[in-house]
C-alpha cells in the first residue's frame, strides 16, 4: 500500500530530528523525492553552469522524470525509514567510539601509548579535507599539544591517505558570493597551516596510501614521513589553477632541491614513495604488507624516549624558521585567494564534477 499523506509528512519532520548528517548525495535524493512527491515532474528552467549547487538539485529532481507523485512519496518515506534505522545502529557504535574522543565527526583520534593518533576519517570520499575537517584537525591538534603523549600521528582510513582539499569545498558559495568565499577559505588555510608551523610535539605522518595536494605539502612540516609503499606524492596545482600551499614554495625546494620541487609543485609530477624518499621528503618506505606493524612498533619504541628532551630538540631545530614559516603561510594564502576566483580554476572543479577530468 501506498504511503499515505500523513506518513510522508511524519517523513519530512524525521528528517530535520535525523542526528548524522546523510550526506550530499543522499539529500539530493531526499530533495528531488520531495519535489516530485509534492510538485510533480520538474519543469523549471536548467540553472546556469556556475550555478552549481542549484544545478545538483535540479539534475536530481528531472532526473525523476515522469515518476507518479505516489511513487515519490513511498520513495521518500522508504528512504527517510532507512537513513533512521541506520542512524539508531549507528548511534550504538558511537557510544564505543566516544570512549575514544568524542566531538569529532570527520577524525578518529585515539590515545595509547603516549601516542595521540588523529586518523582522518572519510574513507568513501579519499579522506579530502572538508572545511569541518580542516576545523577539527586544527582542534585536535591543540588537544594533542596539551594532552600527556610525546608524539603525534596523522594518518588516514581506508587506501587513501587524502586526496587532499574537498573540491565540493569551493560549490558551498555564502550570501557574499564566491569573492567571500575565497577570502574565508584563505583565512581557513592561513589558520591550518599555522597550527603545523606552531606544534610543539614531534609530528609523524604515517602514510598509508596515496596523497594528493595540501596532504602532500604539509608533510614539509612534519618530523617524520613513514609511507607504505603504495603511496603516491601528487600536487597537481598546475592542473587546478592553483599555487603552492603548506609552505611548500620553501620547505620543497629547501629539502628536494628546486629542480625536481618545481617538477612536482608547477608540473604535478606524481611522486611514487620510493622517489619521495629519495627526494627527502619521505623519511622511509615500508613494504604495505607490513607497514602498519613496523611503522607502529617503530612509533612505539620512540615514544618511550624523554618527552622533554624531544620537544625541546624540535624546538630547537624548527623555531629559527616558524617566523619565515608564517610570512611564506599567508603570501601563499593571500596568492590562492586570488587564483580561487580565476576562470581556470572554476573550470578546473567544475571538469572535476562532471567526471570530465580525474587526476
Ligand atoms: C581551504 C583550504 C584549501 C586548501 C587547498 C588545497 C589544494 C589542494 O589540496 S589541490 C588537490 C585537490 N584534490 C584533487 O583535485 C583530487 C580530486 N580527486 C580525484 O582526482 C580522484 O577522486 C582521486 C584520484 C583522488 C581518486 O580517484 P578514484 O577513481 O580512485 O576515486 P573516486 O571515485 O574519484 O573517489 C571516490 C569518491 O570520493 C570523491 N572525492 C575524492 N577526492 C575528492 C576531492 N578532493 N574532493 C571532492 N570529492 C572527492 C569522489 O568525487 C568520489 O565521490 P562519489 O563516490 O560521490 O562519486
Known amino acids: 500500500m501506498g504511503a499515505c499523506q500523513k506518513d510522508f509528512e511524519s517523513a519530512v519532520n524525521q528528517v530535520k530530528l535525523l542526528k548524522k548528517d546523510p550526506g550530499n548525495e543522499v539529500k539530493l535524493k531526499l530533495y528531488a523525492l520531495y519535489k516530485q512527491a509534492t510538485e510533480g515532474p520538474c519543469n523549471t528552467p536548467k540553472p546556469g553552469l556556475f550555478d552549481l549547487i542549484n544545478k545538483a538539485k535540479w ?134 597551516v599555522d597550527c603545523f608551523i606552531d606544534f610543539p610535539k614531534p609530528l609523524v605522518a604515517v602514510v598509508n596510501g596515496p596523497a594528493v595536494g595540501i596532504a602532500v605539502t604539509i608533510l614539509g612540516l612534519f618530523d617524520l614521513v613513514y609511507a607504505s609503499d603504495r603511496a603516491t606524492f601528487h600536487t597537481p596545482f598546475s592542473h587546478l589553477g592553483q599555487t603552492p600551499e603548506g609552505c611548500s614554495s620553501y620547505t620543497f625546494p629547501k629539502i628536494m632541491g628546486p629542480a625536481k620541487a618545481v617538477e612536482m609543485l608547477i608540473f604535478g609530477k606524481k611522486l611514487t614513495a620510493g622517489e619521495a624518499y629519495a627526494q627527502g621528503l619521505v623519511t622511509e618506505v615500508f613494504p604495505d604488507s607490513t607497514f602498519q606493524k613496523e611503522v607502529w612498533t617503530r612509533l612505539k619504541a620512540y615514544s618511550k624516549l624523554s618527552q622533554n628532551a624531544m620537544h625541546i630538540s624540535k624546538q630547537i631545530i624548527r623555531n629559527h624558521e616558524k617566523e619565515k614559516l608564517h610570512a611564506i603561510n599567508a603570501e601563499e594564502s593571500r596568492i590562492l585567494q586570488e587564483r580561487w576566483l580565476s576562470d581556470e580554476c572554476m573550470n578546473a572543479v567544475m571538469d572535476f564534477f562532471s567526471r570530465k577530468a580525474k587526476l
Open 59 to 192: 539534475d536530481a529532481w528531472n532526473a525523476l522524470g515522469n515518476l507518479p507523485k505516489e511513487t515519490a512519496r513511498q520513495n521518500y518515506v522508504d528512504l527517510v525509514s532507512g537513513l533512521r534505522s541506520s542512524s539508531d545502529s549507528s548511534s550504538q557504535v558511537k557510544s564505543e567510539a566516544d570512549k575514544k574522543r568524542a566531538g569529532y565527526d570527520t577524525l578518529v583520534i585515539t590515545s595509547e601509548d603516549c601516542i595521540t593518533k588523529i586518523m582522518l576519517n572519510r574513507p568513501a570520499k579519499k579522506n579530502a579535507l572538508t572545511t569541518q575537517m580542516y576545523r577539527e584537525i586544527m582542534l585536535a591538534l591543540e588537544a594533542a599539544s596539551k594532552d600527556d603523549s610525546t608524539i603525534t600521528v596523522f594518518t588516514g582510513n581506508g587506501d587513501y591517505y587524502s586526496s587532499g582539499n574537498d573540491l565540493t569545498n569551493f560549490t558551498d558559495i555564502p550570501p557574499g558570493g564566491i569573492e567571500e568565499k575565497a577570502k574565508n577559505s584563505a583565512i581557513l588555510l592561513r589558520d591550518f
